[in-house]
């Protein structure tokens, strides 16, 4: 039995377990980088989440990966899928034969950057980075933003100060966008964030961010 014999029996199988396990979930693609939910569904779907298989392990603090099982025939890597009963996640990961990864995404961010000022001679106003100056490159889009374990302390070191968080965010990639460091992120909570690593892996996005306290 060749590999994609096997792949469309495993994902048959996924799709009758998930009839019986799951609920019925909407199945998005996105066509632009804007509001990828906002998009007419690919399909409906009926889907189950789980920390692992056995379904014997529950969700805990901290971890954003998810294991998905739906049939995975007309489901792409970065789609999303919304459910009623779990949330929205996006699919990370299809490795072969293997469980389907996803993350769920518990924010709606939007990524800004700072177009650099032109150059002029002589005493010019300031010239850092201002609101007025910023422009979007990516908006409303599912993403997971996990507080980190440590913080980052402010050089004054002050005795009542406390540390500026750090955050890990996922999210699905986008073909020909680019993400720097010091590109801005905006929840939909409101809180700012200042890009400091960024790392386009298989799976999506990971962006180390700071938390900017404005």
């Given at each position: 039995?060749?590999?994609?014999?096997?792949?469309?029996?495993?994902?048959?199988?996924?799709?009758?377990?998930a009839?019986?396990?799951?609920?019925?979930?909407?199945?998005?693609?996105?066509?632009?980088?804007?509001?990828?939910?906002?998009?007419?569904?690919?399909?409906?779907?009926?889907a189950?989440?789980?920390?692992?298989?056995?379904?014997?392990v529950p969700?805990?603090?901290?971890?954003a990966?998810?294991?998905?099982?739906?049939?995975?025939?007309?489901?792409?890597a970065?789609?999303?899928?919304?459910?009623?009963?779990?949330?929205?996640?996006?699919?990370?990961?299809?490795?072969?034969?293997?469980?389907?990864l996803?993350?769920?995404?518990?924010?709606?961010?939007?990524?800004?950057?700072?177009?650099p000022?032109?150059?002029?001679?002589?005493?010019?106003?300031?010239?850092?980075?201002?609101?007025?100056?910023?422009?979007?490159?990516?908006s409303?889009?599912?993403?997971?933003?996990?507080?980190?374990?440590?913080?980052?302390?402010?050089?004054?070191?002050?005795?009542?100060?406390v540390?500026?968080?750090?955050?890990?965010?996922?999210?699905?990639?986008?073909?020909?966008?680019?993400?720097?460091?010091?590109?801005?992120?905006?929840?939909?909570?409101?809180?700012?964030?200042?890009?400091?690593?960024?790392?386009?892996t298989?799976?999506?996005?990971?962006?180390?961010?700071m938390?900017?306290?404005?």
């Open positions: 039995m060749d590999a994609m014999r096997l792949a469309a029996i495993i994902n048959a199988s996924n799709g009758r377990a009839k019986r396990l799951g609920s019925l979930t909407t199945h998005y693609r996105a066509a632009g980088l804007s509001d990828p939910l906002s998009a007419p569904p690919v399909q409906q779907l009926c189950t989440f789980t920390a692992n298989t056995s379904y014997q969700e805990r603090f901290g971890k990966t998810w294991i998905g099982t739906f049939d995975a025939t007309d489901v792409h970065g789609d999303f899928l919304v459910s009623p009963v779990d949330g929205t996640f996006f699919v990370a990961a299809m490795p072969g034969l293997l469980p389907v996803c993350v769920r995404t518990e924010r709606i961010i939007s990524v800004l950057r700072t177009t000022e032109q150059e002029h001679s002589g005493l010019q106003d300031y010239g850092g980075t201002t609101q007025a100056a910023e422009r979007v490159m990516l409303s889009w599912p993403a997971s933003i996990l507080m980190g374990a440590r913080g980052e302390r402010s050089p004054l070191s002050l005795p009542s100060e540390r500026i968080p750090w955050f890990t965010v996922l999210m699905a990639d986008f073909d020909g966008l680019l993400i720097r460091s010091g590109d801005i992120l905006i929840d939909d909570l409101g809180r700012r964030f200042i890009a400091s690593g960024t790392e386009l298989h799976m999506g996005w990971r962006i180390t961010a938390l900017a306290m404005v």
